[in-house]
């Protein structure tokens, strides 16, 4: 390695230049293996990049189908709740208009029989 200094100092004595060269100087063999070491390296890097796309695009479509999936789940089993929810309302309409009408005979019949009785004791 080579460092090439000079200074130059003006007329007026009151200032001072300082010019350098061109720092590092490399033989040729040092230089390709330099630049061999530099190619390794990005190469590298590289393929660390790459493999972090690709498992990052895997880790994305997994969670995208597991989340389609999950969703559809969620839907299947909220159609059935809601199916289910319908059925027992039919069912207790049904359970209640039977009660209405037991509860209007039921009443026909005591006000009948009261009115018997009401007739009877006159």
Known sequence: MLIFCSLAVACSGEMATLSVKPGQ???VPDWHTNANLISAD???QRSASHRVRQETRALRNETNNQAKWDEHDNQTRLTERISSVN???ETLDKCLADIDEEIDALAKVCWEDRW???NLRF
Do not use: G, N, V
């Open 42 to 44: 990005a190469e590298s």
């Open 87 to 89: 059925r027992w309302k």
């Open 25 to 27: 100087r490399f033989t």
């Open 116 to 118: 018997l009785e009401i």
